[in-house]
């Protein structure tokens, strides 16, 4: 039985237990592929720099998922979505060359919007447009206050 004090081991000093410094979340941790999204979808050399500035727009959404403790399987939604968003922003500038004309932020800002994201040919069912189109409105509310400064 416990008497409420603290237990005392042999030198008649009160036990210490050791804190386990908990390693933090970061997008890597949950995605360890998250830095080669843009290798993944490279269809042309020109991709590979482009999808690099499009996952860097990404991170400080996903982190701040992280931070405000959404669970790892819907942060895991909103990746497997970002990835569906990427490829298909790749493919677009790639298809009209417009590396030059659009600058990965605002292609980004383009193909997203407060109704959702772009067609994505990948997606086969209701329920997997929904998700994507409300991953693509979260990350538009998110970049709001960045766009407006």
Sequence with gaps: MSNGLPKKSAGNSPV???????????????????????????????????????????????????DHGWSKSTIRNHIDNLWLLGGEIIREVNDGNEYRRFTPRNKLLKMIGPKGGPYSRHLSSEAEVRS???????????????VSE
């Excluded at 994507?132 to 960045?146: E, H, N, S, V």
């Design 16 to 66: 210490k237990k050791k804190r386990v410094a908990l390693s933090p979340l970061t997008v890597e941790t949950i995605c360890p592929d998250f830095r080669e999204w843009p290798e993944s979808w490279r269809g042309e050399a020109n991709d590979k720099p482009y999808g690099e500035g499009l996952i860097e727009l990404f991170r400080p959404f996903l982190q701040s998922l992280i």
């Design 132 to 146: 994507f189109d409300a991953t693509c409105r979260k990350l538009y509310q998110f970049l709001q206050p960045i």
